[in-house]
């Protein structure tokens, strides 16, 4: 039986999203992109700058500015905006801080004027400080982090040699109850500028129009004074020459980490770290799935992923499995990486995970909201004045070669760049520290590729 699809039906299909980006006279991105098929829009106002930025003695600060954000002449409008189905929310992350809004078309003016205000700080309420501290005192409790996570954080940031990406502590409550309330605006002023904003916005508007309306609601958000970062990252990522990272793990279970850490960022396209990583980990048809769980059923769970910073990128495999298998899976996970590091890609397996992440990023147009989370941290992140949207995304994987993939693993899963990670129960850490394992891993320096 054939289906046949109605006419509008084949026409929408057709759609595709167009994108108009300019900088307003105060030193705002503005980044449109126009699908005239929606009836709701997403939103976010971004700005390049996160706990990186803090200073050591007020780590916490952006996350409690973030919040006072919706306080002032924001907490009406907000109020109103949450009772007509606007999605408002923010977050904090190392190098970017993001508000994002979402709902009815009919809303958005509301939601650029909560945009400008917070790019123009205003005093805020007596007592208002204070009060904020302690939800967020409340939040940092909530989160609930386990002593293996905060441990992972920790590592991730000492192989990236930046200590500022952990988390801040529930300390830094207390630290930043002894700020004065000009200290905190003056840091608002800095973190809130102008150059630092990127606005992305995904909805049925007219392009013109729209970037008329948004340059009359931000006329008045002037150039601020410039932010210099605290804490700068490092220049690049050192060595970490094939180096062991031991931890003790509560419970019957390991967990394996394979990291490969580079800077600077730009050292290799993107698309090539992407396709390299789905290569290895990204996908039940991986090298390390195949090799692990398929092969050998060591562990239920092996997967990668990258982590990519404004100075430096991170690609790390992991696995958690029972101790018993921690080492056959750690040089099954070793020969891997040994084997894509000798350039040796299978063509097929390049075609596929290049296929993959092309549709993956195509099908990003068709969430307004997911879309918009994408285009804004791609845009704040880059430096680029042009916008990088999943077309031109798609068109970068299109013209990638399999040597290009080849040349990124022979440069990124060099053992000088390896760090290896075990959190184990204490008998297992006993027998690594007593060097048995610790050799036999550190010896593994070829093997075969996982089978089909």
Request: proline share 7%.
């Given at each position: 039986?054939?289906?046949?699809?109605?006419?509008?039906?084949?026409?929408?299909?057709?759609?595709?999203?167009?994108?108009v980006?300019?900088?307003?006279?105060?030193?705002?991105?503005?980044?449109?992109?126009h699908?005239?098929?929606?009836?709701?829009?997403?939103?976010?106002?971004?700005?390049?700058?996160?706990?990186?930025?803090?200073?050591?003695?007020?780590?916490?600060?952006?996350?409690?500015?973030?919040?006072?954000?919706?306080?002032?002449?924001?907490?009406?409008?907000?109020?109103?905006?949450?009772?007509?189905?606007?999605?408002?929310?923010?977050?904090?992350?190392?190098?970017?801080?993001?508000f994002?809004?979402a709902?009815?078309?009919?809303?958005?003016?509301?939601?650029?004027?909560?945009?400008?205000?917070i790019?123009?700080?205003?005093?805020?309420?007596?007592?208002?400080?204070?009060?904020?501290?302690?939800?967020?005192?409340?939040?940092?409790?909530?989160?609930?982090?386990?002593?293996?996570?905060?441990?992972?954080?920790?590592?991730?940031a000492?192989?990236?040699?930046?200590p500022?990406?952990?988390?801040?502590?529930?300390?830094?409550?207390?630290?930043?109850?002894?700020?004065?309330?000009?200290e905190?605006?003056?840091?608002?002023?800095?973190?809130?500028?102008?150059?630092?904003?990127?606005?992305?916005?995904?909805?049925?508007f007219?392009?013109?129009?729209?970037?008329?309306?948004?340059?009359?609601?931000?006329?008045?958000?002037?150039?601020?004074?410039?932010?210099?970062?605290q804490?700068?990252?490092?220049?690049?990522?050192?060595?970490?020459?094939?180096?062991?990272?031991?931890r003790?793990?509560?419970?019957?279970?390991?967990?394996?980490?394979?990291?490969?850490?580079?800077?600077?960022?730009?050292?290799?396209p993107?698309v090539?770290?992407?396709?390299?990583?789905?290569?290895?980990?990204?996908?039940?048809?991986?090298?390390?799935?195949?090799?692990?769980?398929?092969?050998?059923?060591?562990?239920?769970?092996?997967?990668?992923?990258?982590?990519?910073?404004?100075?430096?990128?991170?690609?790390?495999?992991?696995?958690?499995l029972?101790?018993?298998?921690?080492?056959?899976?750690?040089?099954?996970?070793?020969?891997?990486?040994?084997?894509?590091?000798?350039?040796?890609?299978?063509?097929?397996?390049?075609?596929?995970?290049?296929?993959?992440?092309?549709?993956?990023?195509?099908?990003?147009?068709?969430?307004?909201?997911?879309?918009?989370?994408w285009?804004?941290t791609?845009?704040?992140?880059s430096?680029?004045?042009?916008?990088?949207t999943?077309q031109t995304?798609?068109?970068?994987?299109?013209?990638?070669?399999?040597?290009?993939?080849?040349?990124?693993?022979?440069?990124?899963?060099q053992?000088?760049?390896?760090?290896?990670?075990?959190l184990?129960?204490?008998?297992?850490?006993?027998?690594?520290?007593?060097?048995?394992?610790?050799?036999?891993?550190?010896?593994?320096?070829g093997?075969?590729?996982?089978?089909r």
């Open positions: 039986m054939s289906m046949t699809l109605p006419q509008d039906a084949v026409r929408a299909v057709d759609l595709e999203t167009s994108y980006q300019r900088r307003l006279p105060g030193g705002v991105r503005v980044l449109v992109a699908q005239p098929w929606l009836k709701s829009f997403a939103a976010t106002l971004s700005f390049r700058t996160g706990w990186c930025d803090e200073p050591r003695a007020q780590r916490g600060l952006t996350h409690l500015l973030e919040h006072l954000a919706f306080a002032g002449a924001n907490e009406p409008l907000t109020d109103q905006l949450g009772r007509r189905g606007v999605f408002l929310n923010a977050t904090t992350e190392w190098e970017l801080t993001s994002v809004a709902g009815h078309c009919s809303q958005i003016d509301g939601v650029l004027q909560v945009f400008a205000n790019l123009r700080p205003a005093p805020l309420p007596a007592g208002r400080i204070e009060s904020e501290l302690r939800i967020i005192a409340h939040e940092l409790m909530a989160h609930g982090e386990t002593p293996v996570e905060r441990d992972l954080r920790r590592i991730t000492e192989i990236l040699g930046d500022q990406l952990t988390l801040p502590p529930l300390s830094s409550v207390r630290n930043l109850a002894r700020l004065q309330p000009a905190i605006a003056q840091h608002a002023r800095r973190l809130f500028a102008c150059e630092h904003a990127h606005l992305t916005v995904v909805g049925p007219e392009p013109g129009a729209l970037l008329e309306t948004i340059a009359a609601r931000f006329g008045s958000a002037g150039r601020g004074p410039a932010l210099e970062a804490s700068p990252l490092p220049p690049g990522v050192p060595d970490a020459d094939n180096r062991l990272i031991v003790r793990y509560p419970g019957a279970q390991a967990m394996l980490g394979v990291c490969h850490a580079y800077g600077p960022r730009d050292r290799h993107l090539a770290v992407a396709v390299l990583n789905e290569i290895l980990g990204g996908s039940p048809h991986s090298w390390l799935f195949r090799s692990i769980r398929r092969d050998a059923q060591l562990s239920y769970m092996v997967a990668s992923d990258v982590i990519a910073l404004r100075a430096s990128v991170l690609l790390k495999s992991y696995a958690v029972p101790q018993r298998n921690a080492l056959p899976a750690l040089e099954r996970m070793l020969d891997c990486t040994a084997q894509l590091a000798s350039g040796a890609i299978d063509v097929d397996d390049f075609e596929s995970a290049r296929e993959t992440l092309r549709t993956r990023t195509e099908a990003l147009q068709d969430s307004a909201r997911e879309l918009c989370l285009l804004s791609e845009s704040a992140i430096s680029d004045e042009s916008p990088l999943p995304l798609a068109q970068q994987y299109a013209a990638l070669t399999v040597s290009e993939v080849a040349r990124c693993a022979q440069q990124i899963l053992p000088a760049r390896r760090t290896t990670v075990l184990g129960p204490i008998g297992l850490v006993r027998r690594l520290l007593a060097g048995r394992l610790v050799r036999r891993a550190a010896a593994r320096g093997g075969a590729g996982p089978g």
